[in-house]
């Protein structure tokens, strides 16, 4: 079964997403950065956990883009917060999956979902949400296991992120020469 | 017995055949925590009215004042666990992180002051996440 398999995905022509496919995780410039960190006692994380939790936008799922799709000038581009710079955090959804493992979340589903620079641009659709770590859940004062294991998840991916995994942030990209799509896989 | 200052300091030095004795580490490890505790507020008072680098939404002055207030109630009460990170929360607001080892194993605690006036602790220990929210928010 692929990472973004699910019943009733049937509204989209955009393939679901390949368990080894890179997807990548927008973050503010200045985002996670510490105000303060001991180092004497321990390296800083290079993304701090708290930017993989879901946002209030994640309602649906947390936000994620793949590169298969979009390139990484335009994944680091908001066309709402055009003024605002984003570095990106690539990701694999095998490790993401294999990190919901260890906290007890069965699986993760990948769904693709379109955001403003795919309604613009259209099918296949770059963006698409990882259903089970949502800010629904994240927010429900009734079931705090579901919660707590988001919390567990986010600290586990984050751990795993290496300098390597984290691009310095993208200037805004320029349509007359970036191109929307990558030239190849 | 030596006066040597780096001793009493616990400077790195060659070695003088002599250990340094316990009220020099004392001294030294009570003068380093404050110093991170120092540190620890001065980074909170270096982001009051201004958000700096900070992308909005940037921690209230409501939420940084509290932040203080209770950061210097804990160094008052348990002045040697020193916070290990201070970072601003994406949804606006500040997270202050401790480690410790407890039986070998580490555990870290975050204390997150929310704009919305609430307080969120977060214990992470062997992979897994237990929170809880403050209900009475903010201490006034």
Redesign the interface.
Known sequence: MSAGEEDGASSTKTPTVDPDEILVRQI???????????ET??A?PFV?R??F?P??NDVDGLSLIRLRYRSDVWAAFRSNTSD?RYRLARLLPSALIECAR???IEWLHFSPSPDELDREHGEPWAHCNVQEINRKDYEN?SD?TA???I??WA??VSTSVTLADVSSPFPPPDPAHDRYRPAAE | MTTDSSIATLEPGPARGIEAAPDAIATSSRADHAAVWDQCIDALLGIWNTSGSIPEPAPSNATIDAAIRILREMRRIDPTNTPICIVPAPDGGIIVEWRNDLNGTESIQTVAFLNDGTIEIVTYRDGFAESRTLEEGFPT
Do not use: E, I, T
């Open positions: 503010k410039v200045g985002g996670g950065r510490p105000l303060f960190f001991d006692r321990a800083p701090d708290s930017l939790l946002s209030p605002q260890s906290v007890g004062k705090r919660k707590d294991r919390l567990a600290n586990a």
